[in-house]
């Protein structure tokens, strides 16, 4: 199994930057791709952006320009930089990991992170 754990959610103020980390632990070597979620109250889970291993990214339309996903291998952590935050980017944000074998999807405990207006 893989265990993530997220860490550097807060309260920012519109226009301000955080960055989210996501610690994996566990059985590492079996996490494919890595990805940040979020959910608002009373909406869906979305997808935010996702890297695989090989450092391929994509981003939802929402946030491209303004979040960056990164990844470090050695250390088994995933990075979010998240800049020119908005009111609408308030929510949960999780992180989940991917294996390439079925059942291989574990998700973190989620960080709040909240832009006040």
């Known amino acids: 199994q893989v265990q993530l754990v997220e860490s550097g959610g807060g309260l920012v103020q519109t226009g301000g930057s955080l960055i989210l980390s996501c610690a994996a632990s566990?059985?590492?070597?079996?996490?494919?791709?890595m990805g940040w979620y979020r959910q608002a109250p009373g909406k869906q889970r979305e997808l935010v952006a996702t890297?695989?291993?090989?450092?391929?990214?994509n981003y939802a339309d929402s946030v491209k320009g303004r979040f960056t996903i990164s990844r470090d291998n050695a250390k088994n952590t995933m990075y979010l930089q998240m800049n020119s935050l908005k009111p609408e980017d308030t929510a949960v944000y999780y992180c989940k990991s991917s294996g390439l074998l079925p059942g291989t999807d574990y998700w973190g405990q989620g960080t709040q992170v909240t832009v006040s207006s």
């Open positions: 566990g059985i590492t070597f079996s996490i494919n791709a």
């Open positions: 890297i695989n291993r090989l450092g391929i990214t």
